[in-house]
């Protein structure tokens, strides 16, 4: 790719795209790093050869410290808003990727830091990483998806822990309660998560897209619902090559080669 995206710099390894926040010291995001993401995502989304996306943060110190609280200090609400906007459409696009988004949690990973992580479909944290929503103790709330996401992912009561108390997390603290699924020794999370990513590209990419949406919509929509749903998409998995193709190389026993349509 030959574009360029405000503090995010990218590397592709194979079928994967490595995304670092680098905006030193934190990594905290500006409206203009949040509108990159949310570019890069959406210009991802026409690649059809990216299959999975790994976002970890630059430095072994920081994942991101979330939005600089500087923007807030005079109380304009236009920048409010338009932050809050900016966040939502960032954080929406990346969990509305179709391909798997992983997040390497390499260090402290504070409100927008870690809404961003919740909007990721798997999140793997370094065992000194730090999670918190602490928007409460500064009179703000988490408005990119943090009440939402965590609540989902860790329960009712934890997320008012995290919320409503100010608790932080530590790695094996966030393990335990369903926030990350792997925790693994400082320095390893980028590795890891690279490995996780380099499996999805043994699954057929419109697989996993279809399954992604169907997850994804247990959220919102009844599970009787779904269960048609769920049944209707795999007979359309009948109309893509790669439907043919993976049968073929299970019969032939071989590696699956993907055309991704």
């Known amino acids: 790719m030959n574009k360029t ?65 500087k923007l807030f200090a005079d109380g304009d609400q236009a920048v409010a808003r338009r932050m809050a906007q900016r966040f939502g459409e960032a954080f929406e696009a990346l969990a509305g990727f179709r391909g798997v988004t992983i997040a390497a949690i390499n260090g402290y990973a504070m409100g927008g ?30 408005c990119a998806g943090g009440t939402q996401n965590l609540a989902r992912l860790v329960g009712e009561g934890w997320a008012k822990r995290m919320i409503l108390c100010g608790e932080r ?6 393990l335990a309660i369903g926030l990350v699924e792997e925790v693994v020794p400082s320095g ?24 992604k949406a169907l997850i994804q919509a247990g959220r919102t929509l009844p599970a ?28 032939d026993k071989r590696e699956a080669s993907w055309k991704n349509g």
């Not at 870690?114 to 798997?122: G, H, K, R, T, V």
């Not at 997390?169 to 966030?174: K, V």
């Open 224 to 251: 009787q619902h779904n269960l048609a749903l769920e049944r209707e998409r795999f007979v359309s998995l009948f109309d893509t090559e790669d439907q043919k193709e993976g049968v073929q190389a299970f019969l």
């Open 5 to 69: 995206y405000t503090n995010l710099s990218i590397e592709r390894h194979q079928h994967t795209l490595q995304i670092t926040l680098h905006n030193p010291p934190a990594h905290t995001w500006t409206e203009d790093s949040l509108a990159a993401l949310a570019g890069l995502v959406n210009d991802l989304q026409e690649d059809r050869d990216i299959y999975a996306l790994v976002i970890t943060g630059a430095g072994a110190k920081f994942f991101s410290a979330g939005a600089d609280l």
């Open 169 to 174: 997390i530590g790695a094996a603290q966030a």
């Open 113 to 142: 830091g870690l809404e961003c992580a919740l909007a990721c479909d798997i999140r793997i944290a370094e065992e000194h990483a730090h999670m918190a929503l602490p928007e409460a103790s500064v009179g703000l709330l988490p």
């Open 188 to 211: 390893q999370g980028l590795g890891c998560a690279l490995a996780l990513a380099a499996k999805v590209a043994r699954q057929s990419p419109a697989s996993v897209a279809a399954c």
